[in-house]
């Protein structure tokens, strides 16, 4: 059983940067796409981030390119969100998830079958 566990978040002020970190067990092989999702209150969970674990091509949602880099261990086993020119309107709870292959993309949270318990990120104006 994959098991996540998020840590890193954090309160920061705008134009502020956090690294979140995830850190994975129980992969049975090298091919799975670990992805960040963020949900805010009142609003639908939101896919930011992904990347391939064993070929390490990488996805973004347009809200965060060029603010934001998802990056990984050499193992694989642990996957960052690198946060920078944090703005009010990312103020969520990040969770990271993790699914089989099949393609990396973060446009439907539905596709990932294992989550972490999510790690709060509030940034202030």
């Known amino acids: 059983q994959v098991q996540l566990v998020e840590s890193g978040g954090g309160s920061v002020q705008a134009g502020g940067s956090l690294r979140l970190s995830c850190a994975a067990s129980?992969?049975?092989?090298?091919?799975?796409?670990v992805g960040w999702f963020r949900q805010a209150p009142g609003k639908e969970r939101e896919g930011v981030a992904g990347?391939?674990?064993?070929?390490?091509?990488?996805y973004y949602a347009d809200s965060v390119k060029g603010r934001f880099t998802i990056s990984q261990d050499n193992a694989g086993n642990t996957v960052y969100l690198q946060m920078n020119s944090l703005k009010p309107d990312d103020t969520a709870m990040y969770f990271c998830?993790?699914?089989?292959?099949?393609?990396?993309?973060?446009?439907?949270?539905?596709?990932?079958?294992?989550w972490g318990q999510g790690t709060q990120v509030t940034v202030a104006s």
């Open positions: 998830a993790a699914k089989s292959d099949g393609g990396c993309s973060v446009a439907s949270a539905s596709m990932y079958s294992y």
């Open positions: 129980g992969y049975t092989d090298g091919r799975y796409c």
């Open positions: 990347i391939h674990t064993r070929y390490g091509g990488t």
